[in-house]
């Protein structure tokens, strides 16, 4: 066992506190005190003050190695990948103003659903986010619309492909076959359709409870979709394809040499500089109405998280042998309800490690990424559905939040999404799934 091993091993359950106060200072700062916690500045200096801290008692107890590796090939790419999507889907602008009917609504969540496994969830929500928006402008009832456009678009949609969710995209690094993903598509189509069709119905009911006026200038107001923008599609394409092919897997120079890894990072920040220059500012600033808050602030918010959530990862690693996981339900549910608080890449990497010591209680399995392929298959859902239980379950959650807060859509509190949609709503799809598919 080398030393490192020997460091984590002995990691205690206090060191975690910081990451729960961040966790509390997300859910309770849009409720007690709202307009300092809209400040993007001191949303920098709560990650500061409880992830200095701990940085610095994870190098006093010689985990720098840990926290080096968290900090440079976990939130830099997280970020990187974010922040890229982010700025060329911010090119494109998709002109016009549809009926905001029900059926409509419910198309736009249906296409961001299945454009989410090929373009990321990132991807696809940033792209569709502000032409939902700006299709539903006369609606009087729309959190509920922008509340399932996370779970759909931003989450769960991104089943079928490692490029949908980063979790994937790291289990599949690990060995997972690309087309390995796409058997889960009869989970993927059960839980979006019986999603949407939830979702119609409570459109419909909103819909009849709609001002007449509302609706009337709705309608009146109907103008033809037109793309403009196109052209950041390509660099949308570099984005992918820097994701799917400058990897270890493709490059094994890498594997040598972490830090050449960094390619895929370089190549994702050309195309957004790329996206910049080529996107006249009208276009990007005025008629998408643009503006880098929303990344800031995931930014700031997960640099926060991504330090304070090393010691809970570590000692998720080090005592995984006593939580006594056998079942598959047991791992689709496990990495669920880590993969809601936690960021879900990590938290499925660390059940991916626990389930590696699982191979001889599966005897005669089939292993997938080294792994019995039913375990693969719990952790792989688990950590994709359940991203869309809480706003900081994934990173475009808090993206499509703050997109929709900056155009006057009062979203619900941390606890408000928790307890009034993701328990009542998203739950039960879940648990219905997992009696079917696991």
Not at 90 to 114: C, K, R, Y
Not at 174 to 202: D, K, Q
Not at 418 to 434: D, E, G, N, R, T
Request: one cysteine or more; proline letters at 6%; charged letters at 10%.
């Amino acid at each position: 066992m080398d030393h490192g091993h020997v460091v984590t091993a002995g990691i205690p359950l206090w060191l975690s506190i910081p990451f729960i106060l961040m966790l509390l200072f997300i859910a309770i700062g849009p409720l007690f005190f709202h307009h300092w916690w809209e400040e993007n500045r001191n949303k920098l200096i709560v990650s500061l003050a409880l992830g200095i801290p701990t940085a610095i008692l994870l190098i006093s107890r010689g985990m720098q190695h840990d926290l080096m590796h968290q900090i440079l090939f976990d939130y830099i790419p997280f970020i990187v990948l974010l922040g890229g999507l982010f700025v060329i889907t911010g090119g494109i602008h998709l002109q016009g103003d549809l009926e905001a009917s029900p059926a409509t609504n419910t198309l736009f969540l249906a296409i961001g659903g299945v454009l989410a496994s090929f373009m990321g969830t990132t991807g696809a929500a940033m792209l569709l986010i502000r032409p939902v928006i700006k299709t539903n402008t006369h609606r009087k009832y729309k959190v509920h619309t922008i509340l399932f456009f996370i779970a759909i678009v931003a989450n769960c949609g991104g089943m079928l492909t490692p490029l949908g969710d980063p979790p994937l995209f790291l289990l599949y690094l690990r060995g997972a076959p690309f087309s390995w993903f796409f058997g889960l598509t009869p989970v993927w189509f059960f839980v979006i359709a019986t999603l949407l069709l939830i979702y119609f119905i409570f459109d419909s009911y909103y819909y009849k409870k709609e001002p007449e006026v509302f609706i009337a200038k709705d309608k009146l107001e109907v103008i033809p979709l037109r793309l403009k923008g196109n052209y950041n599609f390509i660099f949308l394409a570099g984005v992918v394809l820097s994701v799917a092919f400058l990897n270890q897997q493709y490059i094994p120079a890498i594997a040598e040499n972490p830090n050449m890894g960094f390619i895929r990072e370089a190549a994702i920040l050309i195309c957004m500089l790329l996206s910049l220059v080529f996107t006249p500012s009208k276009m990007r600033y005025d008629d998408n109405k643009f503006t880098w808050s929303p990344i800031i602030e995931v930014a700031y918010l997960f640099l926060g998280i991504f330090i304070t959530m090393v010691p809970a990862l570590l000692y998720l690693k080090a005592n995984a042998h006593s939580f006594g996981l056998t079942e598959p339900w047991q791992y689709y549910y496990a990495t669920g309800g880590l993969s809601a608080f936690l960021d879900n890449a990590p938290t499925a990497v660390s059940f991916h490690n626990l389930a590696l010591g699982m191979v001889e209680s599966f005897p005669g399995a089939n292993l997938v990424a080294g792994i019995p392929e039913v375990l693969l298959k719990a952790i792989s859902l688990g950590a994709v559905f359940f991203g869309a239980m809480t706003y900081i379950g994934n990173g475009p959650n808090f993206m499509v939040k703050a997109i929709a807060e900056c155009n006057n859509i009062p979203m619900p509190s941390f606890f408000g999404y928790v307890f009034k949609f993701s328990f009542v709503i998203l739950l039960p799809v879940y648990i219905v799934a997992q009696l079917i598919f696991l």
